[in-house]
């Protein structure tokens, strides 16, 4: 069975800079995805960045970027010139291609200070 | 808005009564997830449908049943509450099987069972 893995429960960071939340997975499986959900005090879950697991190149989206490292099973999350909008809980989710469940790690609140 | 409709937003009952948990796809997706999300079991996947068939099982409850209508509306019944089943209840859509296209998240029902 898959896991994942996030040991940072809580972060800060000062608006306009930069910050990364940390995840890691264990899955015996070659193909898959990974994905960071944000859910806001609006509980709604949002997806804000996805990475397929055979490509090499790290995903982007605006500003935030990823670090995939599939050899350690590592996929963080860069946050650059944060916004008091990005305050919320960070999810990092693995799942199987040709699977239907996502795996969630246990999360890492996010806070933004002005 | 993800365009994935789930009714009731809140939901407060009794140990041991019965539930019904609404969710209306995103137009054209055919694949209805439902999650749990609590304090306790982080999210966690139950099931999931796919045009109308059961594809996938989770951690569900034999108390829980979920079906997908032909209009592929689903619902999530609870039955026989017990107050860990206190939550929120996550319905989610993606065009197809697996994670080749992303899954978009509802706004959830939030059930307390007192």
């Known amino acids: 069975a898959q896991t994942v893995t996030q040991s940072q429960p809580e972060m800060s960071v000062q608006e306009a800079e930069t910050v990364t939340l940390s995840c890691t997975y264990d899955?015996?499986?070659?193909?898959?995805?990974l994905f960071w959900y944000k859910q806001p005090p609006s509980r709604q879950m949002i997806l804000v960045i996805r990475q397929e697991a055979y490509k090499q190149q790290n995903a982007t989206e605006n500003r935030f970027s990823v670090n995939f490292q599939k050899a350690a099973k590592s996929f963080s999350l860069k946050i650059s010139d944060s916004q008091l909008g990005d305050t919320a809980m960070y999810f990092c989710?693995?799942?199987?291609?040709?699977?239907?469940?996502?795996?969630f790690g246990e999360g890492t609140q996010l806070t933004v200070n002005p | 808005d993800s365009g994935v409709t789930q009714t009731p937003k809140h939901l407060i009952t009794a140990t041991g009564q019965r539930v019904t948990l609404r969710c209306s796809p995103r137009?054209?997706?055919?694949?209805v997830y439902w999650y749990q999300q609590s304090l306790d079991q982080g999210l966690q996947f139950l099931i999931q449908y796919y045009n109308g068939e059961e594809r996938a099982k989770g951690n569900i409850l034999e108390r829980f049943s979920a079906q997908q209508f032909p209009d592929l509306h689903s619902e999530l019944n609870l039955s026989s509450l017990e107050l860990g089943d206190s939550a929120l209840y996550f319905c989610?859509?993606?065009?197809?099987?697996?994670?080749?296209?992303?899954?978009?998240f509802g706004n959830g029902t939030r059930l307390t069972v007192t």
């Open positions: 899955t015996s499986e070659n193909n898959y995805y």
């Open positions: 989610a859509s993606s065009g197809w099987e697996g994670f080749n296209s992303p899954l978009h």
């Open positions: 989710a693995f799942g199987e291609t040709s699977g239907s469940r996502l795996t």
């Open positions: 137009s054209g997706d055919l694949s």
